[in-house]
């Protein structure tokens, strides 16, 4: 199993980046699938959580009604749709299976955002 997360980089607060996840050696349809961040000095964070079965995405307070998290299962990839970016978003973002860090495989992918 594998995941690769892409699309980081720096940006401007109030900037935007979409970032993607691919992954491979398993079947993301039948898998609640999340995006979760880790800052240095602050808590690792889960930060979108998407439900296999309803299609529905919980967020995290700190993201909600700026960051959006969408899934296409036949190119098994995840998006992280992110508007308005603070420099507090500064993170090395992850996608994970079951939402969770046990199934957060990859490196990730660094966002840097400017004040």
């Known amino acids: 199993v594998q995941l690769q997360a892409s699309g980081g980089g720096l940006v401007q607060a109030g900037g935007s980046l979409r970032l993607s996840c691919v992954g491979s050696g398993f079947d993301m349809e039948y898998y609640d699938m999340g995006w979760l961040r880790q800052a240095p000095g602050k808590e690792r964070e889960v930060i979108s959580c998407?439900?296999?079965?309803?299609?529905?995405?919980n967020y995290a307070d700190s993201v909600k009604g700026r960051f959006t998290m969408s899934r296409d299962n036949a190119k098994s990839t995840v998006y992280l749709h992110m508007n308005s970016l603070k420099p507090e978003d500064e993170a090395l973002y992850y996608c994970?299976?079951?939402?969770?860090?046990?199934?957060?495989w990859g490196q990730g992918t660094q966002v840097t955002v400017s004040s």
């Open positions: 994970a299976i079951h939402c969770n860090w046990n199934g957060a």
């Open positions: 998407n439900s296999k079965n309803d299609g529905m995405t």
